[in-house]
């Protein structure tokens, strides 16, 4: 089975740095996403990782390394607006079909 | 305005009775997605359709039923055989399946009463 997981809270303060983790375990691994959730709306796309490295989007970055099943969002200058749950979703392989399966998501606040 | 719709926002149901959740996408997307979402456990995925007259069964796909007769079109039945309905229903889609980023609609909170 696919197993993902993350902080389900964090706090940061705004103009801070922040972390979110995610560890995976899964087979047939394609690559990782990491989505953005305001309470009560629909997911936006924020990053896709195939390969190993880091790979930055402005204030977002998003880091991925397949050999340790690990990956990291990293918000710089934070923002009252970041205040979301970040989900992170993995991509594989699964019964001739490709599916993504998603962690339960990291609830972020932002405090003044 | 190219997206994916779901209609209404909120709905109702006593329970015991059938329900269907819409979705439509105007992004001529092959593959589509049904999720719920209920607190501190994150998406779940209730069924899948990759294509046209094509549909798989997601992780918890028991109590649901689907259709896809029409590529912008995907919906979601809530049938009285599932136990716990109450909860924020999520349609995405992608342009096909797996690496492709998947685009959600706004969604559709469904309290069973």
């Known amino acids: 089975g696919q197993n993902i997981d993350q902080p389900t809270e964090m706090t940061a303060t705004e103009g801070a740095i922040v972390q979110i983790n995610c560890t995976y375990q899964?087979?047939?691994?394609?690559?990782l996403f990491w989505y953005q959730q305001h309470a009560g709306e629909a997911p936006t796309f924020l990053s896709y990782?195939?390969?190993?490295g880091l790979e930055e989007k402005g204030r977002f970055s998003s880091f991925l390394s397949r050999s340790k099943g690990y990956s990291y969002l990293l918000l710089k200058e934070l923002q009252m607006k970041d205040s979301a749950s970040y989900l992170c979703?993995?991509?594989?392989?699964?019964?001739?079909?490709?599916?993504?399966?998603f962690g339960t998501g990291t609830k972020l606040q932002v405090i003044p | 305005d190219g997206g994916i719709t779901q209609s209404p926002k909120y709905l109702f149901r006593k329970e015991g009775q059938n329900v269907t959740l819409s979705c439509e996408q105007n992004?001529?997307?092959?593959?589509m997605y049904w999720y719920r979402q209920d607190p501190g456990q994150g998406l779940r995925l209730i069924y899948y359709?990759?294509?046209?007259?094509?549909?798989q069964k997601g992780d918890i796909a028991e109590g649901y039923s689907v259709s896809r007769e029409k590529k912008e079109s995907f919906p979601l039945t809530v049938t009285s055989a599932q136990k716990n309905p109450t909860a924020f229903y999520l349609c995405?889609?992608?342009?096909?399946?797996?690496?492709?980023?998947?685009?959600f609609g706004p969604g559709t909170r469904l309290t069973v009463l």
């Open positions: 995405a889609s992608s342009i096909g399946a797996g690496e492709d980023t998947q685009y």
């Open positions: 899964t087979s047939g691994f394609n690559g």
């Open positions: 990782n195939v390969l190993d």
């Open positions: 979703a993995v991509s594989h392989s699964y019964g001739g079909y490709q599916k993504v399966t």
């Open positions: 992004l001529n997307h092959d593959a």
């Open positions: 359709s990759q294509i046209v007259n094509d549909f």
